[in-house]
């Protein structure tokens, strides 16, 4: 009698600690949205402001600017629409935090094709050898795996883009028990003592001069993948092309 009771209160505990959690977590998702609404509206409006006068400066006046001048104005045009992706890139990272998941079997393989067909078309003049295993499934939500996989194809597309015979490669293997996933190119790479800074928001190892972009891509494929209970890691070497690599476990993933 005694134990059921020692257990019937801490039920009774854990319950309250599970309500009051569950509260706090609310509230912070509530804060986060406020915060992306205010990202999204009360950022966009200035950027819009520069963007648009600063493209009527040089076209009605450009004219009469020497080439300096008009060297300033393309860099404040240029870091006006950098900022405006920026902040897209903050609302997408906010957005997968904020997002309900749902349960489906996901063709990964697929998703990668879909995506790197895209960056041809839009980048006709790149030859990129291409290397999909098919039928590379796994559970999980469909708009939150394609995002993660989009940034993982553009991620490999960009940094493949100064090698001429660029190859880029999807596919699977079985490690330690569970299905590992891993998208690799021939690119740049990195140096491993940096890996550690790859998915935490904002750090880059390449200045943008080399590579553009916000430092914002691998942080949203490792968020959409811990929400699905998985792992995600690179292997890498300068010069020699690098290898994202990662699981998917979604009935352990943070729901």
Not at 23 to 40: D, I, T
Request: negative net charge; contains cysteine; hydrophobic residues 40%.
């Amino acid at each position: 009698m005694q134990a059921r009771n020692e257990i019937q209160r801490l039920n009774e505990r854990l319950e309250i600690r599970v309500r009051e959690r569950t509260a706090e977590l609310q509230s912070a998702n509530k804060e986060l949205e406020s915060f992306a609404y205010s990202v999204s509206h009360d950022l966009r409006a200035p950027l819009r402001g520069i963007d648009g006068f600063s493209h009527l400066l040089d076209e009605e006046y450009g004219d009469r600017l020497d080439e300096e001048g008009r060297g300033y104005l393309k860099r404040v045009r240029g870091a006006a629409q950098r900022m405006g992706h920026l902040i897209d890139d903050i609302l997408e990272l906010s957005r997968v935090t904020r997002q309900e998941m749902r349960r489906v079997p996901v063709d990964l393989s697929q998703l990668a094709a879909e995506l790197i067909e895209e960056r041809g078309r839009a980048e006709p003049e790149r030859r990129v050898a291409v290397s999909l295993a098919p039928h590379c499934s796994a559970l999980g939500d469909p708009q939150l795996l394609r995002v993660m996989m989009q940034n993982l194809v553009e991620n490999a597309w960009k940094y493949s883009s100064h090698n001429p015979d660029a190859r880029i490669e999807f596919g699977k293997e079985a490690a330690g028990g569970e299905t590992v996933f891993f998208m690799r190119d021939n690119g740049v790479g990195f140096d491993m003592k940096y890996a550690d800074r790859l998915f935490t928001p904002f750090q880059r190892l390449h200045r943008p001069e080399e590579f553009e972009g916000t430092g914002i891509g691998l942080a949203t494929v490792a968020r959409i993948v811990h929400r699905h209970g998985g792992r995600v890691w690179a292997e890498a070497a300068p010069g020699k092309g690098a290898t994202f690599l990662f699981t998917l476990d979604f009935d352990s993933g943070h729901l």
